[in-house]
């Protein structure tokens, strides 16, 4: 009992193939539970079973093999690998399952049976099947016969083919078995439920009774399948049941499920036979005896053979063909045509396309033939027609059709007819195209004018059934006005007709819609819809347009012009008095001339007025050219007339009979030179409307048959030669030539020099054979012809600027038609055709030479092609009837005779080039045989083939190849120098074939053949087969290839799959599916996008002047479809995800390679997330390029809707997980730059990354670190750091070290690289918590085998050597001597480029969490107290005066002071300063003055700065970092770029402690190692100063920083050299913040505070000052532009700010090198700016001021200035200098400045006085007093009228200071022109007292409050210590009583008076100079340039005063 149950101890896969039966069916129970356990469909636990499952379903116990059954439909079902076992698992459920008499097996062995189908394997599952069907056993017969019955009628017959099946029809029905007959028939009833009719054939054989009850138990109705294929399941659940109209599925791959009775043809069922090897070897000989009945003997014996031939193996039947075309022609026993006829019919019938080489001939032989009369030749010749049009098209009989239409006898009229009409019922509205309609409706309608009514009923037909086809609208502008009784019984024909084919109609892009539209009643199908891209020489883009519903592209050929009725002169009169008053239509046949052109100027006055509806233009031309009309005398009138000519050309619609009433008289004004100009552009209008070529054929005509005037006809080919350049040329040239020949004769020299001039521009369009029409010239003319053709030989036509093809509607609808719809309008471009006349050669190909072609002796072949060669080269061009030569050539391409073929391959060349592009029909003729002399053993032959090839290509199209499979066939059959030689051409033609030219099945069957050849044993096709890759790819696309690999065996498919993978990167990134805009509106939007797109929508009916049009219900519908919610949604929906992952909700994200299931994972988490459904869609298609578009607008959206993306992050990040896994590299780059811009993001928003978010990211980055492409490995290295920033450092380097697992070398390698930089950044606890055992496992790394992992190993020990010391070496174990002496090496060679102490002060610390911290101990230390200097009688050197009283400002003082003044003017002021001196003063006895001045010590006062308030603007008086050691000379750039990035960390110690560093960095002279930094140095500078500004720290902890950043920043700007490298954009982020930080006040509180805004301001100044002038400019006029409407209350003086540093820039330009600024980028800047705030914005919004404005203006005035005149020429960067008010501005500028140089050019432009008047003459423009209220106007005159009074001056002159202070607006010196110069002294010197005595009266004098903290270390306050001196000089005035100043003189002011006039000015006008905060008055580096010597010597003297009064 023991031993019986020890199986129960076994694993289940052992127990399943036990001895016993009991263990066997445990294991199986087991085996169903394991197998529903496994999530992964590829684990490598389904591998154990694969051997195995064929034992479970061929178990010899019956109960043992019912479960094992159970357990494999469960393997089956849910294994991934389960395919492999089909074959042996089948083949033994037919032998012991499928036929059991237990009915739960037979059940069961359904199910596998069908579960195998549904996997795909359905092919080896109906071979097993077919094979049980040949069994002897009737059970298991029928069996197989009942699962194939079942099989068919769940998956339809395209999943189980039936014909395979067909075969066993006869077989089965006649077996013995009555069960295996019933089976069989209720298999063909199915089968028939399938197919229909398709069947019959295959059962005819049988006996009458059997095929009656089969009959009767056909059931019609279509079938549906009711199981799809496991690949088809997703797509018919996703897939809407109203989406489709009878529930069937609208996608590719599920129709293949699905069957169709339609789409099956009985043809395709029936196996080829080949019928030429027996025919009877006297059959030929017999066709030709004497004897009818010896002919028809032959005949009959073909005919046995056709009769048991339905479908034909292809083959040569040329001969066969042709001996029945003869019997056809020429036999005079009519039985025998008719015989011949049928026999004909039936070969064209069993060859179907086949039988293309040979249709056209035989055509052409049939319609001649039509002439009999007896009924059953008629008949048969009809019948063999038919069976022939299959094989040919409309296109290619229409020669021989249009021939039998105009030949004299009525029956082949009407025969040819009615042939036309049963062809035009089989064909496709797209084949029917406009060309064949204009050929085939003329013919035809000449047919209804026929005396025969058999002819004319049977043109009635056709021309009905072509109505049918193609539309009515479409045939009446070529049928015309005809008979009524005609028109009805065209009507009739039309009623009748039946569209027999299956009209194709477009490739559907969006499922549901046409069911939608039948669902309202439209038509099932309309002709235009139904079009078929015809083969074309056009772009893809084609297709594309057709479908958009482009109605018009340049290319095109041009159509009939529109027709219009005529109107009577009585009507067009009656419509003038309508239209126009009485005096104008009198007037403009009135006999004075004057009152002629009143009238003209008043009728183009009245249309001008006119549109469409209200006149046509015919009725214009015609009252226009009332008598005189256009042949007035008088030039002024003429003009007139043809000026308003011209205007109802060109914009009303124009017909040819419109145009015919002024065109005459319009080319007759050519030859006035007056009216020359006007006349020329009014023909090219009329050209332009009406069609090209009518107006170039009607005005030639008339020029050269009624027109004497040579000027006209020279006139008339000179336009011709203009015109043809911007139309084209895509017309017949018969007439042109004609009436060219008759100038080329003209008397006139001007005429024939024009005519030579206009052919030599038409041989650009037509060719060298131009020439060709002017043999009969005489010599010397035909020279001149071809000199000048001869100069444009090498060039090629220009691209017509004009449309060739536009010809508007008529003014009359009913009597024009309307545009053809959309099919016609796809059609072939126009070529201009040789319009030679051609010779028909077939009558020269007589039965004697085509014998000598074919004779035995070479000799005679060589001279018969030799006279083949003479009749072609005597007869070019030639048409295309060849007669007996094709296949008589053909053989001789093959000729043995190497020297033969060679000719032959050259005459064919010659052939195509004299037939021209209609040598196409003879494509499939020649082709085969041109393909087979690509396998020829000599080279010569191989190149005269590729060269015939290419010839017929470059002639016929490049498409012409790739029909009929002819190159499958070539390849196939072909040696391996042939399918080289192919392979090779193809490689280099495919490329230039348009798309879609040809259909793409030619190219799919190529496929496997293609994939054989990579495999080839001969490198020569190896190498050509993979060079086809590509071209293939490029038709069939990248998917459609990959698929063929299921085909292949598995040995072959990694091969063929390299060569797939190595063409993909190659394929062109085209424009995305889509139809222009529409493709724009279902593009994946952004919030901020669709922000702006709502803005747009809202504020647009509001522009509209009418009403605003719905829009149709297509457009809606399109609408509705789009998604228009942001990209990524704002919730808490990935917390449920993480619980979800927590609980094992969901499938665990964690793969080695990813399956279809994590897809649909993601798919569903985004869904339920709420992601924009376009941009899933982007993200999950098939086509990388989508995959790119979505990363682009996640990108975009970041900036807008980054919230978003935190709530998102974990989809985010898995779908970029997939994404590594693809094969382009493009994907991948543009994704790990997404990555870094979002790590950057998450990191300035301090976000913490979650585990589940690391855990299903990370361990796939890492994988990525081992990428072969630099690049990418970059960028993870780069990723990493960032994540170090959001995610615990530790759990890093754990994913890191799980890396080092990998078998991949340079992951590893990678990997220690990246640990030894945790290792060395983090230190020590970067490895906690197990250090120990992460060492050993980096010790063992030592030892591996490549080089790279070695060395970063080594590294990684020797970094942990660095920070632990000796015990490194115990904690890494044993390790081999030699490992062990590489890492002392490595420690002892690391040493010396930094020493352990180094390196460990500059580890990061990290906290509990495994983050980055700083200790706030080394950085919070408290401020050492120090007691101040006693020394309170002084004030502080840096103490600013008090702001200015409450009265002086009584409302918010708008600061438009820029405007006052002249920018240049002050910067010409600056330059005349002297050059700053550091005055050296004498020592004076100072002892009166109550203390002494304090001086600035001569070394640094380090010890009385306390920390807390350090300003480290120099780095030697600033406190060494704790941290900081001194660095050798060199600077590590990898050190340097981690120190710039910690910067911006959100750990305010550690950015502290980076920019120390950095500080130190410049101090020490390394400052030109940040050049390469600079740029990413101040953005992260910029994100700093926005974290402390927005984070809720206290001013406490953030006002050290911002001082480390002041010092940082001062310190950068200061250096030499450094700053030059940032960029507008950086420098926009720093001044933004800066200003904003300045702006907001919130650090303004307390002493510190205010000191702090100090430092801030000064920081400013260095950034103006030093920055890159470029980038500067345009960064200020950027932040300006940003600025304006926007006002946020946090930060209200924000712009006030921007507004001081624009004009502190103004000021500092005029000191800048005129070449040192890029006025291209400034000026584009402007223009922008002034672009979206143009001069009406400002008038629009008058409560705005237009301060930002002005500004700009003067900018601008000052960069004209600068430049000159040549600015103008630095606008290359805007696009339209017309968009924005730039360019008119400039203009003016110059023009003032052209008005100013005159002025500027006095002897006396340099004195003050002239400077003054300058500077108020220049602003006065600029001065707002003429916007000011008229009140103020008022006082302003007042006050400067009271200050005229000795009673009133001193209070007026208070009042006038205060004035100017509440509107610091006015410019006093302008209403002041007209005054005296000593008023205008004495005023000025008044208000200077005011501001000084308010000044003095608003400061506290003797403050003594110094104290350390405040004393400033810079040099400012040497520089700004002789101002103490003047204000205690000032002080001591007051007290004394003395005038601070002496009365006016009369002499002129010196420089330094108008100095002080300026700064006066400047204090209310315009902001301090050099502070950027008005409360504060910081002084620049420049801050001395306006001190000068004079100023030092007025203080001297006055000192001296002082001190002489004092001793009185």
Not at 520 to 533: E, V
Not at 1935 to 1955: H, L, W, Y
């Amino acid at each position: 009992m023991e031993d019986e149950n020890e199986y129960k101890k076994l694993p289940t896969d052992e127990k399943c193939v036990h001895k016993l039966w009991k263990a066997r069916v445990a294991g199986y129970e087991e085996a169903i539970k394991l197998f529903n356990q496994i999530d992964d469909e590829k684990s490598p636990e389904w591998n154990k079973y694969l051997g195995l499952i064929k034992k479970f379903v061929t178990d010899s116990n019956a109960v043992a093999q019912e479960r094992g059954m159970e357990a494999a439909l469960v393997f089956v079902e849910n294994c991934g690998h389960a395919g492999k076992t089909t074959g042996e698992v089948m083949s033994g459920i037919v032998a012991k399952c499928i036929a059991a008499p237990k009915t739960k097996t037979k059940d069961l062995a359904l199910q596998i049976t069908l579960m195998y189908v549904e996997i795909e394997k359905h092919e080896i599952v109906q071979e097993e099947l077919m094979k049980g069907m040949e069994q002897k056993n009737p059970k298991v017969v029928a069996a197989c016969i009942t699962t194939m019955n079942t099989a068919l009628k769940q998956f339809g017959n395209k999943v189980i083919t039936i014909k395979p099946m067909v075969k066993k029809i006869p077989v089965l029905l006649a077996d013995r078995d009555k069960g295996v007959r019933d089976e069989m028939k209720a298999l063909v009833v199915e089968m028939h439920r399938w197919i229909g009719g398709a069947i019959e054939p295959h059962i005819a054989t049988l006996q009458a009774v059997v095929q009656q009850e089969l009959r009767d138990s056909f059931t019609t109705g279509g079938a549906q399948p009711t199981r799809y294929l496991r690949s088809q399941q997703h797509r018919v659940r996703d897939t809407p049941a109203a989406d489709t109209g009878d529930g069937a599925v609208e996608d590719d791959d599920v129709d293949a499920a699905a069957g169709d009775t339609a789409d099956m043809d009985p043809y395709d069922l029936l196996d080829p036979v080949e019928i030429l090897s027996k025919l009877p070897k006297d059959f030929y000989d017999k066709l030709e005896a004497t004897k009818w009945q010896e002919r028809k003997e032959a005949l009959d014996a073909l005919d046995n053979i056709l009769k048991t031939a339905p479908r034909l193996e292809p083959g040569d039947y040329a001969d066969l063909v042709r001996a029945l075309k003869k019997v056809i022609s020429k036999d005079s026993n009519v039985m025998l045509v008719a015989l011949g006829g049928r026999l004909l019919a039936a070969v064209a019938s069993g060859l179907r396309n086949k039988f293309q080489p040979y249709a056209t001939a035989c055509v052409q032989a049939i319609l001649e033939k039509f002439k009999e009369k007896k009924t059953n030749v008629v008949t048969a010749l009809r019948e063999a027609i038919d069976a022939i049009y299959p094989a040919t098209n409309l296109e290619a009989i229409m020669e021989d059709m249009l021939a039998a239409f105009d030949n004299k006898n009525p029956s082949i009229k009407a025969e040819s007819a009615v042939f036309l009409a049963r062809a035009l019922t089989v064909t496709q509205p797209a084949a029917f195209n406009k060309k064949l309609v204009k050929a085939y409706v003329g013919g035809l309608l000449k047919l209804m004018e026929s005396a025969d009514p058999a002819v004319r009923e049977a043109a009635a037909e056709a021309l009905g059934t072509a109505t049918k086809l193609v539309g009515e609208k479409n045939i009446a502008p070529h049928i015309g006005k005809l008979e009524p009784l005609k028109e009805q019984k065209i009507k009739e024909y039309a009623d009748k007709a039946e569209i027999k084919v299956k009209v194709a109609g477009p490739k559907k892009e969006a499922k549901g819609k046409a069911p939608v539209a039948s669902a309202r009643g439209d038509q099932p199908a309309k002709p235009a819809q139904a079009a078929q891209p015809k083969p074309a020489r056009k772009p893809a883009t084609g297709a594309a347009k057709k479908a958009g519903g482009a109605k018009k592209a340049p290319a095109r050929a041009q159509p009939s012009p529109p027709r219009e009725m005529e109107l009577s002169q009585e009507e067009v009169d009656a419509r003038a008095e309508t239209l126009l008053s009485a005096d104008i239509v009198s007037g403009l046949g009135d006999g004075n001339w004057k009152t002629r052109l009143t009238a003209a100027q008043g009728f183009h006055s009245t249309v001008q007025g006119l549109t469409a509806e209200d006149a046509s233009a015919q009725v214009l031309y015609r009252i226009l050219n009332k008598k005189p009309g256009l042949k007035d005398t008088n030039v002024q009138v003429m003009k007139a007339r043809l000026e308003a000519c011209k205007y109802i050309t060109e914009n009303f619609p124009i017909s040819t009979t419109a145009a015919d009433f002024v065109l005459h008289d319009v080319v007759a004004k050519l030859g006035e030179t007056s009216c020359a100009s006007i006349a020329t552009d009014c023909l090219t209008s009329l050209a332009d409307a009406c069609g090209f070529e009518h107006v170039l054929n009607e005005g030639l005509s008339y020029a050269m048959d009624s027109q004497k005037n040579p000027k006209v006809q020279s006139e008339m080919f000179n336009w011709m030669s203009s015109a043809i350049k911007e139309f084209g040329c895509t017309m017949k040239i018969q007439s042109i030539v004609a009436h060219s020949k008759k100038a080329l004769s003209a008397t006139n020299p001007n005429v024939r020099t024009s005519t030579v001039n206009f052919l030599g521009i038409l041989s650009l369009y037509v060719g060298p054979s131009l020439i060709t029409h002017f043999d009969s010239e005489k010599p010397a003319t035909k020279q001149l012809i071809t000199l000048e053709m001869d100069k444009h030989a090498n060039s090629s036509p220009p691209t017509p600027t004009r449309q060739p093809g536009k010809v508007s509607k008529s003014a009359s609808k009913g009597s024009v038609g309307d545009d053809l719809d959309e099919p016609y309008e796809e059609e072939e471009p126009a070529v201009v055709e040789d319009s030679r006349p051609r010779t028909d050669i077939a009558p020269l190909i007589t039965d004697a030479l085509v014998a000598e072609i074919n004779d035995k002796n070479w000799k005679v072949r060589n001279e018969a092609l030799d006279k083949l060669k003479a009749i072609i080269t005597n007869s070019s061009p030639i048409k295309p009837t060849l007669g007996e030569l094709p296949p008589a050539l053909v053989a001789r391409l093959l000729d043995s005779n190497s020297k033969l073929a060679q000719s032959a391959l050259q005459i064919c060349e010659q052939l195509a080039n004299a037939i021209g592009p209609k040598c196409k029909t003879h494509v499939r003729t020649f082709f085969p045989a041109f393909f087979q002399a690509f396998g020829d053993n000599k080279q010569w032959i191989r190149t005269a083939a590729v060269s015939c090839v290419s010839t017929w290509c470059a002639t016929a199209g490049p498409h012409v190849p790739f029909d009929g499979e002819m190159v499958l066939d070539a390849l196939k059959a072909g040696s391996p120098v042939l399918r080289a030689s192919l392979l090779q051409w193809l490689a280099e033609h495919l490329p230039n074939v348009p798309p879609k030219s040809f259909p793409r099945e030619e190219l799919s069957a190529c496929l496997p053949t293609l994939y054989a050849c990579i495999e080839d044993r001969a490198a020569d096709v190896r190498k050509a087969a993979g060079d086809c890759v590509l071209p293939f790819m490029l038709h069939l696309g990248y998917d459609s290839m990959h698929k063929q690999l299921e085909k292949l065996k598995p040995a072959s498919k990694p091969v063929v799959q390299a060569a797939l993978d190595k063409a993909r990167p190659s394929l062109p990134v085209q424009p995305l599916p889509g139809k222009g805009k529409k493709e724009e509106a279902r593009g994946v939007k952004t919030a901020g996008a669709l922000k702006k797109e709502a803005e747009k929508k809202g504020a647009a009916p509001a522009k509209g002047k009418g009403p605003v049009k719905p829009a149709s219900a297509s457009s809606r519908g399109k609408k509705d479809d789009e998604d228009l919610t942001p990209l990524l949604p704002q919730n808490n929906a990935k917390n449920q995800r993480i619980i979800d992952d927590q609980k094992l909700k969901v499938l665990k994200w964690n793969f080695t390679v990813p399956r279809e299931e994590f897809f649909e994972l993601l798919k569903d988490q985004m869904a339920t997330a709420g992601l924009n459904k376009q941009l899933v869609a982007n993200m999950f298609h098939n086509d990388f390029r989508y995959h790119l578009k979505a990363i682009e607008s996640l990108s975009d959206d970041l900036h807008e809707n980054g919230p978003a993306l935190m709530c998102n992050l974990d989809l985010v990040l898995k779908w970029l997980t997939l994404r590594f896994f693809d094969t382009n590299p493009s994907v991948i780059l543009k994704g790990l730059e997404y990555l870094a811009t979002v790590f950057q993001f998450l990191s300035d928003n301090d976000y913490t990354m979650a585990e589940y978010e690391a855990n299903c990211f990370i361990p796939y980055l890492i994988l990525k670190v081992g990428d072969p492409k630099d690049t990418i490995r970059n960028s993870v290295k780069a990723l990493f750091k960032q994540i170090c920033v959001v995610y615990s450092v530790t759990k890093l380097f754990g994913y890191l070290m799980e890396g080092l697992k990998s078998k991949n070398a340079r992951q590893r390698a990678e990997c220690l690289e990246c640990i030894g930089s945790l290792i060395e950044t983090y230190g020590w606890t970067a490895m906690s918590p197990s250090g120990t055992v992460a060492l050993k496992e980096l010790a063992r790394h030592i030892g591996d085998r490549d080089n790279a992992v070695r060395s970063a190993a080594l590294n990684c020990v020797a970094c942990a050597y660095f920070l632990e010391g000796e015990k490194i070496y115990k904690m890494i174990g044993q390790i081999s001597d030699k490992d062990l002496s590489l890492l002392e090496e490595r420690i002892k060679r690391a040493s010396k480029n930094r020493s352990a102490e180094i390196r460990r002060s500059m580890v990061v610390p990290l906290s509990a969490t495994g983050r980055p911290i700083q200790q706030q101990a080394e950085e919070m230390e408290p401020p050492v107290e120090e007691e101040p200097p006693q020394q309170e009688e002084y004030e502080e050197e840096e103490e600013e005066p008090a702001p200015p009283p409450p009265m002086r400002t009584v409302a918010p003082r708008v600061i438009t002071g820029p405007f006052g003044l002249d920018p240049e003017l002050i910067a010409k002021l600056d330059a005349a300063v002297p050059v700053l001196r550091r005055p050296e003063l004498p020592e004076h006895d100072l002892k009166f003055l109550d203390e002494p001045i304090p001086v600035r010590p001569n070394k640094p006062v380090t010890q009385t700065v306390a920390p807390a308030s350090m300003v480290l603007t120099s780095p030697h008086h600033t406190a060494p970092h704790p941290l900081v050691t001194p660095q050798p000379p060199t600077v590590d750039d990898s050190l340097l770029a981690d120190t710039i990035h910690s910067i911006a960390s959100p750990d305010l110690n550690a950015a502290i402690r980076a920019m120390s560093l950095i500080s130190n960095a410049i101090a020490s002279g390394r400052g030109a190692a940040l050049g390469a930094h600079e740029q990413r140095l101040v953005g992260a500078v910029a994100t700093q100063i926005r974290r402390l500004r927005t984070s809720a720290r206290p001013p406490l902890q953030t006002l050290p920083a911002y001082k480390c950043i002041a010092g940082a920043l001062i310190a950068f700007y200061e250096s030499g050299g450094c700053g030059m490298n940032v960029d507008s954009t950086a420098l926009c982020s720093l001044l933004c913040e800066l200003l904003r930080l300045l702006g907001g006040g919130a650090v303004a509180t307390g002493p510190d505070g205010e000191r702090l805004v100090r430092i801030l301001n000064n920081v400013c100044v260095r950034v103006l000052e030093h920055s890159p002038r470029t980038q500067l400019l345009c960064a200020i006029v950027s932040l300006l532009h940003e600025s304006i409407g926007v006002t946020d209350p946090a930060y209200p003086r924000y712009q006030d700010l921007l507004l001081k540093c624009f004009w502190k820039t103004l000021k500092m330009i005029s000191t800048w090198d005129a070449n040192s600024i890029d006025y291209d980028a400034v000026l584009y800047k402007i223009h922008l700016f002034y672009k979206a705030y143009p001069n009406s914005y400002w008038k629009k919004n008058p409560d705005i001021s237009d301060t930002p404005y002005r500004t700009v203006k003067t900018l601008v005035h000052t960069l004209v200035k600068m430049k000159g005149g040549s600015i103008t020429s630095h606008l290359t960067q805007i696009p339209d200098v017309n968009d924005s008010d730039l360019y008119p501005y400039l203009l003016k500028v110059l023009k003032q400045l052209k008005l100013d140089e005159k002025k500027e050019n006095t002897p006396d432009a340099l004195n003050g006085a002239s400077l003054l008047q300058s500077m108020t003459g220049n602003s006065a423009p600029l001065s707002a007093t003429s916007r000011l209220p008229r009140a103020v106007h008022e006082e302003l005159a007042l006050i400067l009228k009271r200050i005229g009074s000795k009673e009133h001056n001193r209070e007026a002159l208070a009042h006038l200071y205060d004035l100017r202070e509440r509107h610091p607006e006015v410019d006093i010196w302008t209403f002041m022109q007209g005054s005296s110069f000593y008023f205008r002294n004495y005023v000025e010197r008044g208000l200077r007292e005011v501001a000084e005595q308010r000044k003095l009266n608003s400061m506290p004098m003797y403050k003594h409050d110094y104290k350390s903290e405040n004393i400033d270390i810079s040099n400012e306050t040497e520089e700004k210590s002789h101002l103490v001196f003047m204000e205690r000089l000032r002080a001591l005035q007051a007290k004394a009583g003395m005038k601070t100043e002496s009365a006016p003189t009369s002499q002129p002011r010196t420089p330094v008076d108008n100095r002080g006039l300026q700064d006066s000015i400047i204090e209310h006008s315009l902001p301090r100079a050099h502070s950027i905060d008005p409360q504060l008055e910081l002084h620049s580096t420049q801050s001395m340039s306006h001190k000068n010597e004079a100023a030092v010597d007025a203080l001297r003297l006055k000192l001296q005063q002082i001190k002489s009064s004092s001793k009185r």
